[in-house]
């Protein structure tokens, strides 16, 4: 597509550059950041490992009924290819244990293997992408008294220990097979609902099952492990095993990636502000994109302040090639697919609208104390024609810009999604 800048983005291109901004370095800059487009989005994250695959428990949950659910993996694969379609810049697709090739009968958990994700691996390959991967540690009956890592019961232990070391074997064959290295991401629900007095015990008990699954090594070009803490789930509202510190103090000994999720904090806590503390004794993260409304109700990312304040400190800290940044969320009450989009730009638009600070004479101000000026700059970017870059970006990947691509998801609605 030949590509004539309009002249909105001319004129967006001047007021930036006249306080010391390369619009073209943001845009060469943003087009170079990967993000995971998360599968379970599209069916509700039922995946298929059996006929009658259904999320339930695990401290998870999905509300809505809106038609179109992908109910089998070739309806998936066709939703995110629509998704795609609409969406600038790279991406990889970030999987689940349970969204396997697994076939009309279905796989048991424990025999997920490499083989069922074959055709996973010639699918991201003709689209050159990358494919991430999550053991599933919920939706399972070995999973229903709240406890699986963490388990007093050896057998209950053994299994998941079990999945979740399969799990990291799928992943580096699947970062070995197509040349990116695959973000493997532990997260287990465990938890109480109530009180309790086994705090430590059961701490105790998970990091003796991290030490025994983390003990094999796989080579980082394939594999890059993280863990994920959170603040309390559905049935684990008074106590969660893996906190925030437990991961942290682990992630910062053992060197593997620390995965923030920002659904899972306080609701009055920045994530933000995480960012530059952790970066001086976490080498690499994974931001799990994420939207709570009063809990941690994953909701469609939005371009909102939470939002911006975070791709704001990563730029600050010059750290875009330490963070790595994946969707979680899922919501049935709307177009699955446009809440892919919907999501997906809204990320992008973010890291854009950081990339394009004047952050070198905002620190200007700062050193000099003047910050009345700084203060005064931060808000007058607020109206800067940021859109205008914005839709020059889609615009070079050949995908609509501004509200255009909103028609593309109705008449795939119409043709495709209201048929199922």
Request: hydrophobic share 45%; charged share 25%; glycine share 6%.
């Amino acid at each position: 597509m030949n590509h004539k800048p309009a002249g909105t983005f001319n004129f967006a291109r001047e007021r930036y550059a006249a306080l010391g901004v390369d619009v073209e370095a943001a845009l060469a800059a943003l087009a170079r950041v990967p993000l995971s487009l998360h599968c379970w989005q599209g069916d509700d994250l039922a995946g298929f490992e059996t006929p009658q695959a259904a999320l339930s428990g695990g401290g998870i949950m999905v509300t809505g009924n809106h038609p179109g659910r992908a109910r089998n993996i070739d309806e998936l694969r066709a939703d995110l290819d629509c998704a795609r379609l609409l969406i600038p810049g790279r991406q990889r697709v970030n999987l689940h244990a349970t969204y396997g090739d697994f076939g009309p009968q279905g796989v048991a958990r424990e025999n997920i293997n490499r083989e069922h994700f074959q055709s996973w691996v010639d699918w991201a390959r003709a689209r050159d992408l990358g494919l991430d991967f999550n053991a599933t540690c919920f939706s399972h009956p070995m999973a229903a008294s709240g406890f699986t890592l963490s388990s007093s019961d050896e057998r209950v232990r053994r299994f998941w220990i079990d999945h979740i070391r399969h799990c990291r074997e799928i992943a580096a064959w699947l970062g070995a097979q197509l040349a990116s290295p695959s973000i493997h991401n532990l997260w287990i629900p465990d938890g109480s609902k109530d009180l309790t007095v086994s705090r430590y015990r059961h701490r105790e008990i998970l990091l003796a099952s991290l030490d025994e699954i983390f003990a094999a090594t796989h080579p980082r070009e394939h594999l890059k492990d993280a863990v994920e803490s959170k603040l309390f789930g559905i049935g684990s509202e008074a106590y969660v095993v893996g906190s925030h510190e437990f991961y942290l103090a682990w992630a910062a000994k053992h060197g593997s990636l620390l995965c923030l999720d920002m659904g899972h904090y306080h609701p009055t806590e920045s994530v933000a502000d995480k960012i530059s503390a952790l970066l001086l004794f976490i080498d690499e993260m994974l931001i799990h994109v994420s939207r709570g409304v009063r809990w941690d109700s994953d909701h469609v990312v939005i371009f909102n302040d939470e939002l911006r304040a975070l791709m704001e400190e990563i730029v600050r800290a010059e750290a875009l090639g330490r963070v790595y940044f994946a969707l979680d969320f899922f919501d049935a009450s709307i177009n699955r697919v446009g809440a892919w989009v919907i999501g997906a730009r809204a990320t992008q638009k973010a890291l854009l609208y950081a990339l394009l600070e004047p952050t070198a004479r905002l620190r200007e101000y700062e050193d000099a104390g003047d910050n009345f000026a700084r203060l005064a700059l931060l808000e007058e970017l607020k109206s800067l024609p940021f859109g205008a870059v914005w839709d020059e970006y889609c615009a070079r990947a050949n995908v609509p810009p501004n509200d255009r691509w909103i028609a593309a998801v109705r008449d795939y609605e119409t043709k495709v999604l209201s048929k199922r």
